[in-house]
């Protein structure tokens, strides 16, 4: 992973592990984990996010980032995203609030620790290769399916990880999801 990226990230994280905020990576940085690496401009975290925590984390992310607490209580009850700007790199960080759903509490309940920087060494909660996957492939119905680059993440996934994924749970779960066709279609492709 990128560095500046990674550390940007971090801080949005320390914030999130100081109030005591589950969490975890997702996006394209998870599918860099798992799949092929590919230049991004942002980083998606989803968060078990309340109402009160918004203006303890734009407090704690104030001095490095551009953030608004009432846009952060707003994505909180809508269930919906925010983002914080890094002041320095433009970085942007997108906090997507845990939804309601069984699917978001069973992406956080499947989470991995794993190092994420070295020199010093950090570990951070990285979304499962099968949960990023799942999400990538909601994200990619959901733009109508045009997005070559989330197709292509998942299919780096499919291929990378081969066996090792848990094609019980994707199906169970892409079936609720409303992409089993999708998930079909990416492992064929992938041979998988």
């Given amino acids: 992973?990128?560095?500046?990226?990674?550390?940007?990230?971090?801080?949005?994280?320390?914030?999130l592990e100081k109030l005591g905020v589950r969490y975890l990576i997702g996006g394209s940085l998870a599918s860099a984990i798992y799949?092929?690496?590919?230049?991004?401009?942002?980083?998606?975290?989803?968060?078990?996010l309340r109402v009160e925590h918004a203006e303890a984390l734009a407090r704690a992310l104030a001095d490095a980032f551009y953030v608004d607490a009432e846009m952060i209580r707003d994505a909180v009850r809508q269930q919906r995203s925010f983002n914080v700007i890094h002041l320095e790199t433009a970085f942007k960080v997108d906090v997507f609030?845990?939804?309601?759903?069984?699917?978001?509490?069973?992406?956080l309940a499947r989470r991995i620790r794993q190092i994420v920087?070295?020199?010093?060494e950090r570990t951070a909660f990285i979304a499962s290769a099968?949960?990023?996957?799942?999400?990538?492939?909601?994200?990619?119905r959901s733009g109508g399916e045009t997005s070559e680059r989330q197709?292509?993440?998942v299919l780096?996934?499919?291929?990378?990880?081969?066996?090792?994924?848990?094609?019980?749970?994707?199906?169970?779960w892409a079936a609720q999801l409303?992409?089993?066709?999708?998930?079909?279609?990416?492992?064929?492709?992938?041979?998988?």
């Fill in 130 to 140: 099968e949960d990023t996957i799942l999400a990538k492939l909601e994200w990619y």
């Fill in 117 to 120: 920087a070295t020199d010093p």
């Fill in 178 to 192: 409303g992409v089993a066709d999708l998930l079909e279609r990416i492992l064929r492709e992938a041979n998988a």
């Fill in 1 to 15: 992973m990128i560095s500046e990226q990674i550390a940007v990230t971090l801080l949005v994280i320390d914030a």
């Fill in 97 to 107: 609030v845990r939804k309601q759903r069984a699917f978001d509490e069973s992406q």
């Fill in 35 to 48: 799949g092929v690496p590919r230049a991004t401009m942002d980083a998606d975290l989803v968060a078990d």
């Fill in 156 to 172: 780096g996934i499919v291929k990378t990880q081969g066996e090792r994924l848990d094609k019980n749970y994707l199906r169970h």
């Fill in 151 to 153: 197709w292509r993440d």
